[in-house]
């Protein structure tokens, strides 16, 4: 299943945070020009290394299948980004 909400969320130094959920489908058909640009840069990128198109093209709709449920937090100094996908 494609993931469906993004959730970011900022701690900043004052203890203010910051919560944006971005919902996918609309992003992605917003998007939709650079994901085909993406996508034709990933046929192009096959053949120059002789790998088989629908196995690659396959093998990334699986990650992003896989994506809902991952978390994962940067801290740098006072400051933390936490990105969750559902």
Do not use: H
Request: net charge positive; glycine share 6%; hydrophobic share 55%.
């Amino acid at each position: 299943m494609m993931p469906q909400l993004v959730t970011v969320g900022v701690k900043r130094p004052d203890r203010r945070r910051i919560r944006i959920w971005v919902p996918v489908l609309p992003a992605v058909l917003v998007l939709s020009p650079l994901v085909v640009l993406a996508v034709l840069g990933a046929v192009v990128a096959c053949r120059i290394y002789r790998l088989s198109v629908v196995r690659a093209l396959g093998t990334g709709w699986r990650i992003v299948c896989a994506l809902p449920g991952t978390r994962f937090d940067v801290e740098y100094s006072r400051t933390a980004v936490l990105v969750a996908i559902r």
